[in-house]
């Protein structure tokens, strides 16, 4: 599909927009995927290597067979199904919370519990680094938002211990999707505790990769089911599904069902992805190595591009701080069969454009010494 150019003076301000993002080396272009057999992927957030497990594939067809191909309604009016709440109550068994409730993506899980825990009158402390559908939610929430630099609990301290409101409500990633590296749960949710707030923590690059058998951070720092924590997680990245998830205590979950706008008015979440989560969820339950998996590759590929630091997740940066740099980096890397994340402002900030690898658990000793080549050259070239 070709660029469109504006047919009315009204939309004309749109040709400088894109004129700056060309100057800038920040335009972008949708490329659809063909064979997927062609590139050895290391860019997608399939940590698991599960969207295309035989049995996931299959929950996802039962999912199909019994209940149609989509919701057809709100989670409200019709789109609930018996499934949805067993997946509800399977994922919060998992990771060791009270209750869970299914949104129709890890965005819009985000968006409605931020907007529903605070609102005008109250606080949100926020890390520098947190994802887009945080900060979206923080500006939609009405809410005074302070930003904290990154993974600086003293900051949050100073934020809370000044605070004028009654209600606060402390936001981070477990792991930081750009980097990598963790946030220091156990020192944010004591700050939080110590004046009244609560913690909110996205699992969504944590769940299938940290925890005792990838049941995340959270469970892997003693905090599962711990009072006044909120856990949001996406079924669109280890569990090779999609939609999200929101899991906290009971009281909770009933408050989403009736205030977060997200949940209310958006149409539920398809059955086929359903299923396709419960199983995939069967599958790292019975495969809990796959969890495991996944970090020693990502120690493998950091150690193949000449890393001595180990990984802390499935995500290993490769900062080139130029955005045509970065590109041509990536380019390179698909010409010679290696698919690979460029990640440019403002998915990152200025000067640390990137090339973004994951490891999966799937991959090879060949595809991490393949990768490891492959990108180390296509670097060394730009």
């Known amino acids: 599909m070709t660029a469109s150019v504006h047919t009315s003076t009204a939309l004309s301000w749109l040709d400088g927009d894109a004129q700056r993002r060309r100057d ?64 509800e109550d399977e994922l919060a068994e998992f990771v060791g919370a009270r209750s869970g409730l299914v949104f129709s993506s890890g965005y819009t899980a985000n968006l409605g519990a931020v907007t529903a825990l605070a609102g005008a009158g109250s606080l949100i402390v926020s890390d520098a680094l947190v994802h887009a559908s945080i900060v979206d939610a923080a500006r939609l929430s009405r809410a005074r938002v302070s930003v904290a630099p990154h993974r600086d609990v003293a900051a949050v301290v100073d934020a809370l211990a000044s605070r004028s409101e009654a209600r606060a409500l402390v936001v981070v990633d477990s792991v930081f999707s750009a980097d990598g590296d963790l946030a220091p749960l156990r020192e944010l949710y004591a700050a939080a505790r110590r004046f009244g707030a609560v913690l909110l923590v ?10 005792r058998g990838g049941r995340g951070l959270v469970e892997e720092c003693g905090l599962a089911g711990a ?54 969820l069967r599958v790292l339950r019975a495969e809990p190595d796959r969890a495991h998996a996944v970090l020693r590759h990502a120690d493998r590929l950091a150690r193949a591009l000449g890393r001595s630091e180990v990984p802390e997740s499935a995500v290993v940066p490769v900062v080139l701080g130029d955005p045509d740099a970065a590109v041509r980096a990536a380019e390179r890397c698909r010409a010679n069969g290696v698919l690979v994340g460029c990640f ?20 090879t000793d060949d595809d991490i010494a393949t990768v490891g080549d492959v990108v180390t050259s296509a670097v060394a070239a730009v």
């Open 202 to 211: 996205d699992e969504a690059h944590g769940l299938g990769v940290r925890g």
């Open 344 to 363: 440019r402002p403002p998915s990152v900030p200025r000067g640390e454009s990137r090339l973004r690898l994951t490891a999966r658990a799937d991959l």
């Open 227 to 280: 009072p006044d924590l909120v856990v949001t997680a996406t079924l669109s990245k280890a569990l090779g599904s999609q939609g999200g998830v929101v899991l906290a205590e009971p009281a909770v979950r009933e408050h989403l069902l009736h205030a977060a706008r997200t949940f209310v008015f958006d149409t539920a979440l398809a059955p086929a992805a359903v299923g396709a989560a419960r199983a995939a």
């Open 24 to 87: 800038a080396g920040l335009q972008r272009v949708i490329r659809p995927r063909t064979d997927t057999t062609a590139l050895l992927d290391v860019a997608s957030n399939d940590y698991l290597g599960l969207a295309h497990h035989p049995a996931v594939r299959a929950g996802a067809h039962a999912a199909i067979d019994g209940w149609g191909c989509g919701s057809t309604g709100s989670r409200l009016v019709t789109g609930t199904t018996t499934d949805h709440e067993a997946l």
